[in-house]
């Protein structure tokens, strides 16, 4: 096991003998060493009829003249659902009830013939309905005559709509707001292909007269399809200009005294579970809190990506003009203006309605509908009914952030072209990695236009800080700050290229930097407490507080704190209490889920309350103040109550081995301690290996299925400039694939001086030694989504940032179990933990079976999949519930490709057990990998330093717990419990 790595490192040390000389020969030829390669997506590309553009630089993109939006208008073309031309897989699509029903499978396709009456540019748009029970919209590539015309058109989403189950909220004991939950509405929509980070109206595709082709492709979701609709979509000339009552016009400023104020969190529709009604706490605020938590708001930081949408119905008295205006929190991203596009009935037939903005501020603000010129937009209704969206439109940032984007790949390109001439590829380490601060370079002998690449580059940072005035509401934004320092960076590179090699943290700082404003460009937040309508010149009430009114409303919320009650359950002195560390909306659900279920069941009922500090468990039961129940406990709490006598051994119970079963070996042991079972889990995260479909086709590679593949896949890697992402922390992953274990099994010394142990602690940091893969990345999902690190494991909270954060790259990335150790007998041992939360019962409980009824009902498949399911349809799905009941995995909405996959994983999934001082392990790994990845020590010897503080600290507490005497003589052993083959069933 000593020599494991020497064949790879005498492969490393030839090449590095190669490179200088290799170097050398260009540079005596006159020649820049080889140029970085293009993209895979480039690749790709190619292989379209034309290379695929921004939907800006395509036909309906760059015709910049306004061409209206009337879904009813009747020169559209239908053609039905059932009337489809072709399918990939006919067996996925079948025809009922005058619709098309299809899979969506990933990467099958059905296809259409429509007729165009003319060449020209049309709107294309299904009427559909959802056929899975997901929250998140469906995705689908639309390809025209064999090709998609433009990016955008890669991935379009088609929203689902949703309404409020109740409304206005109910209410609890205490007459705080209930916040509804988000249910899907009934029925067919009808939308258009749109991507409003490109457009303020939906998409335009170029079509020939006659016959055209129109082409779905699944990406991963059924759906159910009516009609597939093409609608003209012809500029027009038409000035903004009072018209006839379909138009919008200027009209007189005559006066009028009508005007109706709507509160905003009454909406029709939404087009996202996710946008939640909030809570508007401020003197005018309507309806008033009052000290009680009133939902009397809409969106927030929950209602800022690109095609989210709001809906409202309101009524006029009288045909006429109208003006329409909101009260609006937009205080989110420093200094600059965030985007809504509005229709009126469903339709656009402004440009201004296309980019209204609204201004940053830290307090609540009012606007009306105005033009680019700032005058009021009149709106012509008819007498009678209406409805009014609102869109997150962020295209007018689109451009900077394309521009920034780029600018990031320019940067890592300088940085690619400099490291190939010092051979320094310790990307992301502080100080620039291993660069000589001895030896002189002369950079522009092998980069001969370095100067210009780096000035131009700043010239473009500057250009963009310019164009960020465009969308600044006043004063300097964050934005553009970051670009200007860029600029100076660049600028001083330029000036001193000599010293680069040395600095080479620059160009990683600069990327961090860009990277962080960057998609919170895009993030267009804003809340909203009410909208009016009224005629103009209407006197319309004060809708914002006057400095008197907030001082003293600041006054009566200062003495309100010292009565708030974080119970939100009238005690029953008879109830179990349950702690539970979530927040309101969680404790409330959970309350309302046991009286619907637990208690008519059982008879026992709950007190559910708020623990807003996880502390709060530890004073509570030092001062004898502790409930029966407790939830969203973190791992390492149960042993540590446990050891000191203050939690319920639930394995005392003749059902508990039923209940355990429901749960993954590896989660359980987390949580015994000296023959007892103290906690069931709650939540358990996941490792996944992440990896862009286009870059590694295009480099021709495949995901690896063992480390050994993965290495040799490296090299493809770094000398195309890629990497690798594995967390430098995880080094639970080598050992248990290993073979080895942290504890002796009697838990009183480490095992971390095996030989199995010394393998994985040398696999371990040779990761970052002998294959050099990054020791700091600042943000893995932006360098995913970027493309420099296209390859990389991850865990549930990325795995949902690239599902419902990173648009872009839909459809181009796909996720596999994470690399794994070849065994003796073949098979692949794939290990790994992730990080849980537990649920226990309180030692000194006087009900104790009553604790233990609650902690099943709560633990069962049937309340866990219901609680996940109704967390998604209150907030979106991005707050996905990652139980830890394997049969209520199965049960929630991940994506079908994807499902299996983390099944799969979820197999293998191992948690460190508890033992006490055995928190001093995970302190001491990151000291013993520093010392041999920073300092460069000797593996064996930094391992062994280790694992003689472990036992120390470990003997330390085990004589504070009387396991051993005050000699270092064992009095009681502990029992860890050892976990070698995962379950066959993966869970279900």
């Known amino acids: ?31 820049e060493p080889p140029s970085r390669p293009a993209p895979a997506s480039a690749a790709l590309a190619a292989g379209e009829p034309r290379a695929l553009v921004p939907y800006a630089r395509s036909p309906g993109g760059a015709d910049g003249r306004f061409a209206p939006f009337d879904p009813a208008d009747p020169a559209a073309v239908v053609v039905t659902g059932p009337a489809y031309a072709a399918a990939s897989d006919p067996a996925a699509v079948t025809v009922a009830d005058g619709a098309l029903h299809w899979s969506g499978a990933d990467g099958s396709w059905v296809e259409w013939t429509v007729q165009a009456p003319a060449d020209g540019l049309y709107r294309i748009g299904l009427v559909f309905d959802a056929a899975d029970d997901r929250e998140d919209g469906i995705g689908i590539g639309l390809q025209v005559n064999g090709r998609y015309p433009f990016r955008e058109a890669e991935h379009v989403t088609f929203k689902r709509e949703f309404v409020h189950e109740t409304f206005p909220p109910k209410r609890d004991g205490f007459g705080n707001d209930v916040r509804p939950r988000s249910v899907e509405a009934e029925g067919w929509k009808e939308q258009y292909a749109a991507d409003y980070g490109a457009d303020p109206l939906p998409l335009r595709w170029e079509l020939k007269k006659g016959a055209n082709a129109v082409r779905l492709t699944g990406r991963g979701q059924p759906i159910a399809i009516r009609d597939v609709r093409l609608l003209p979509a012809a500029h027009t000339e038409k000035p903004e200009t009072a018209g006839d009552g379909a138009a919008v016009g200027a009209g007189s400023d005559g006066a009028g005294g009508w005007y109706r104020l709507y509160e905003a969190e009454a909406i029709r529709r939404k087009s996202d579970a996710s946008i939640q009604l909030q809570t508007a706490d401020n003197a005018k605020a309507t309806p008033p809190t009052d000290g009680l938590v009133r939902y009397n708001a809409i969106g927030g930081e929950q209602f800022r990506r690109s095609g989210e949408w709001v809906e409202w119905e309101f009524e006029v008295p009288e045909s006429g003009e109208y003006e329409i205006g909101f009260k609006f929190m937009q205080s989110y991203i420093n200094n600059v203006y965030v985007y809504r596009s509005v229709w009126i009935d469903g339709r656009m037939t402004e440009p201004s309605l296309g980019r209204q903005r609204f201004p940053y501020g830290t307090a609540w603000q009012t606007k009306r509908l105005e033009r680019e010129d700032g005058s009021p937009l009149r709106v012509p209704l008819a007498k009678g009914k209406h409805t009014l969206r609102l869109t997150t439109a962020a295209y007018p940032v689109t451009p900077i952030r394309e521009g920034i984007e780029a600018g990031i790949r320019q940067i890592a390109d300088l940085e690619f072209a400099v490291r190939k001439v010092t051979g320094n590829f310790e990307k992301f380490s502080s100080g620039g990695g291993n660069a000589d601060a001895n030896r002189d370079w002369d950079l522009e002998a092998y980069i001969p236009d370095l100067r210009t690449r780096l000035t131009e580059l700043a010239d473009r940072m500057l250009e963009l800080a310019g164009q960020m005035k465009t969308v600044t509401s006043g004063g300097t934004s964050d934005v553009e700050l970051a670009l200007r320092s860029a600029a100076r960076e660049l600028d001083g590179m330029a000036d001193r290229p000599a010293d680069i090699p040395n600095e080479m943290n620059r160009f990683a700082s600069m990327q961090k930097n860009l990277s962080q404003w960057l998609y ?231 095992a971390l001086d095996t030989e199995e142990a010394y393998a994985g602690f040398r696999q371990w940091t040779e990761m970052f030694t002998l294959y050099q893969l990054p020791r700091e990345v600042p943000s893995f999902f932006t360098h995913f989504r970027q493309g420099g690190i296209p390859i990389g494991v991850i865990d549930f909270n990325t795995y949902l940032q690239l599902q419902f954060a990173a648009p872009e790259i839909a459809g181009k990335w796909a996720i596999a179990p994470i690399p794994g150790t070849k065994r003796a007998d073949g098979t692949v041992a ?159």
Do not use: C
């Open 830 to 988: 794939r290990w790994s933990g992730g990080g849980m939360q537990a649920a226990v019962a309180f030692g000194k409980t006087e009900k104790k079976a009553e604790a233990w009824a609650f902690l099943k009902w709560w633990a069962s498949a049937s309340t866990q999949e219901r609680f996940g399911r109704e967390v998604e349809a209150l907030f979106g799905p991005e707050y996905r519930w990652n139980t830890a009941n394997r049969e209520a995995f199965g049960g929630l909405p991940w994506p079908a490709e994807h499902r299996k996959t983390i099944e799969e994983q979820m197999r293998w999934f191992k948690e460190a057990p508890q033992v006490p001082g055995g928190y001093f392990t995970a302190r001491q790994m990151d000291f013993a990998w520093n010392g041999v990845v920073i300092n460069r020590r000797n593996i064996r010897e930094s391992l062994e330093k280790a694992v003689l503080d472990i036992n120390r600290e470990m003997v330390r507490k085990q004589t504070e717990f009387g396991l051993r005497d005050r000699l270092g003589g064992v009095k009681e052993r502990l029992d860890v419990p050892s976990v070698r083959e995962p379950p066959r069933d993966g869970g279900r």
């Open 520 to 750: 919170r460009l895009t993030d267009q937040s804003l809340a909203l407490d009410s909208f009016w309508v009224a005629e103009p010149g209407a006197g319309l009430p004060r809708l914002l507080p006057n400095g008197l009114e907030t001082a003293a409303y600041a006054v009566r919320s200062f003495f309100r704190t010292f009565t708030i009650d974080y119970d939100f359950r009238k005690d029953d002195p008879d109830a179990i209490d349950v702690w539970v560390n979530r927040n309101r909306d969680y404790a409330s659900l959970i309350g309302r889920l046991a009286e619907e279920t637990f208690t008519p069941a059982t008879g026992i009922a709950v007190n559910v309350n708020i623990v807003p500090d996880p502390q709060l468990f530890v004073l509570g039961n030092a001062a004898g103040i502790r409930p029966d129940v407790a939830l969203g406990v973190d791992q390492a709490m149960p042993v540590d109550f446990a050891s000191r006598g203050a939690l319920l051994d639930l394995s005392q119970f003749p059902d508990y081995p039923e209940t355990a079963g429901a749960f993954h070996p590896g989660a359980l042991r987390a949580f015994h301690y000296k023959g007892g079972d103290y906690a069931l889990p709650e939540v358990q995260s996941f490792q996944v290996l992440a990896y862009r479909t286009d870059i590694l086709k295009g480099l021709g590679l495949s995901p690896p299925d063992t480390w050994e593949e993965l290495y040799r896949m490296l090299p493809n890697l770094q000398q195309n400039g890629y990497d690798f992402y594995l967390n430098p922390k995880d080094y639970q992953t080598f050992l248990y694939q290993n073979g080895a274990e942290l504890y002796a099994p009697d838990g009183m010394s480490s």
């Open 1 to 31: 096991m000593l020599t494991a790595g020497k064949p790879r490192l005498a492969l490393v040390l030839a090449a590095a003998l190669l490179l200088p000389a290799a170097l050398t020969a260009s540079a005596a030829d006159g020649k």
